[in-house]
């Protein structure tokens, strides 16, 4: 006989997982993580709803449903006042060869379009790898749903053997972005040290390895040459805060 009481079919089985991990979160003050798993979850139980012939587990569904939505929009109403009051804080951590940290990846949920002022802040946009993934995190700024006008970088300038090439790399960036209406500003200074990225919308994102997060490719043939989101990465903190005053005093 098939199986139907709440939690044992397949699909309340994958309900439950979620919205148990979803509930450990919660309890640890993991309040990001917790709310895409309670939307996740939420989701699933919506769909098992659907498939429900039986009223009495109808019933219990829907309690179910409206308790976590209840304590999500609570969630989201305490981030949504943190991110107002400049005390939003979320930290993620890159492992050791770890994949799936494109620019895309790590950078997309906080880009709209409201977002047309970028400010870059690495002191290491020098070696020709490095000038690639500066290039690399342009080309996904001038793509939609962004309206990216100006972008501002600061780092250091190569006093060896690669300032030349530094030089050239980043002024031919600057006039092919201004072949897409977008402003490079450069700037550079011998006393940068701080990594950090600041878009107008109030998003701070530090990167303790700055844009220069990826180890190099095996070779020219090998997954992740192209696809960054393939790419092992070496380790490193990424903490991403939200504050109105995005430009520094």
């Known amino acids: 006989m098939a199986k139907s009481r709440l939690g044992l079919d397949p699909e309340s089985v994958a309900a439950t997982t979620v919205l148990k991990r979803a509930v450990e979160l919660d309890s640890e003050s993991r309040y990001h993580q917790a709310l895409v798993c309670y939307q996740e979850g939420i989701d699933l139980l919506l769909q098992v709803l659907k498939g429900t012939k039986d009223d009495a587990k109808k019933c219990t569904l829907r309690k179910k449903i409206s308790d976590y939505m209840d304590r999500a929009e609570n969630i989201k109403k305490y ?26 990846s790590l950078f997309q ?36 749903p962004c309206n990216v006008k100006t972008i501002h970088l600061l780092t250091s300038m190569d006093e060896g053997i690669g300032k030349g090439q530094q030089i050239s790399g980043l002024k031919e960036i600057k006039e092919s972005l201004r072949n897409h209406g977008v402003l490079l500003e450069l700037e550079y200074s011998s006393s ?3 990594r950090e990225i600041r878009f107008n919308n109030g998003w701070m994102i530090k990167i303790g390895r700055g844009l220069d997060y990826f180890k190099k490719p095996q070779g020219r043939f090998s997954l992740g040459y192209c696809d960054f989101d393939l790419r092992p990465c070496h380790e490193t903190t990424v903490n991403i805060f939200h504050n109105k005053h995005t430009q520094k005093a």
């Open 79 to 104: 981030l949504d006042q943190e991110k107002e009051d400049g005390k939003y804080h979320k930290q993620i951590k890159i492992e050791e060869n770890a994949t799936g940290f494109s620019y895309e």
């Open 109 to 144: 949920e906080y880009l709209n379009e409201t977002v047309t002022e970028v400010w870059v802040e690495d002191p290491y946009i020098r070696q020709t790898h490095q000038l690639y993934n500066f290039l690399r995190f342009c080309e996904m700024l001038i793509k939609r």
């Open 192 to 194: 940068i040290h701080d």
